[in-house]
């Protein structure tokens, strides 16, 4: 199975600022990388699949990149509603792996 | 507008069986790979199978948490997607969500839509 790790597993923030996290991919998986953001009692919405590619209706100030083994999950500008737990997915094989998740609360 | 509403979650006694559905509306059911994932309480998401679509014989995949225990089916003549649930253990608690699979690159990810999910708790 490929592991990823994400990293911070939590990370505090003030809104306004720039937000940077970490997925790694125990090998390498082309750009089979999917992002979710989740809130509390919540289910998962699709953010970014293809590392980089938007979902549509997901404001542009998220973004994704990496290939490989590495990728990132950028958000600028910080607000409230965006503060929630992210979680990285691999498809590049079975079984399809999450990250641990990423809770990015308020400073 | 894609929907996915699950149902038949409860509580159920460790052994047990529990069938959940998943209703589909707002797209070609027919076409789509359809995905099982579930969150036990304060913990990460869970990737537990999937169902390719007709087009690709509806081949499952599972994970082997569940495999052999679980069984997914779908009836595209009534928009639904099943997850039959059967020799439930205690670490099988869960909110479990359907999604749909999203194409891209000739793979698909879990999932491009979610339902909202339904609570399975194994409990004596």
């Known amino acids: 199975d490929i592991q990823m790790t994400q990293s911070p597993s939590s990370l505090s923030a003030y809104v306004g600022d720039r937000v940077t996290i970490t997925c790694r991919a125990s090998?390498?998986?082309?750009?089979?990388l999917a992002w979710f953001q989740q809130k509390p009692g919540k289910a998962p919405k699709s953010l970014i699949y293809?590392?980089?590619s938007l979902q549509s209706g997901v404001p542009s100030k998220f973004s994704g990149s990496g290939s490989g083994t590495d990728f990132t999950l950028t958000i600028d500008s910080l607000q409230p509603e965006d503060f929630a737990t992210y979680y990285c997915q691999q498809y590049k094989s079975y079984p399809l792996t999450f990250g641990g998740g990423t809770k990015v609360e308020i400073k | 507008e894609v929907q996915l509403v699950e149902s038949g979650g409860g509580l159920v006694q460790p052994g047990g069986s529990l069938r959940l559905s998943c209703a589909a509306s707002g797209f070609t059911f027919s076409d789509h790979y359809m995905d099982w994932v579930r969150q036990a309480p304060g913990k990460g998401l869970e990737w537990i199978g999937r169902t390719r679509n007709k087009a690709n014989t509806y081949t499952t995949e599972y994970a082997a948490s569940v495999k052999g225990r679980f069984t997914l089916s779908r009836d595209d003549s009534k928009n639904s997607l099943h997850l039959q649930m059967n020799s439930l253990k205690t670490e099988d608690t869960a909110v479990y969500y359907c999604a749909r699979g999203g194409f891209h690159g000739g793979h698909y990810y879990a999932g491009d839509y979610w339902g909202q999910g339904t609570l399975v708790t194994v409990s004596s």
């Open positions: 293809g590392a980089s």
């Open positions: 090998q390498g998986i082309s750009n089979y």
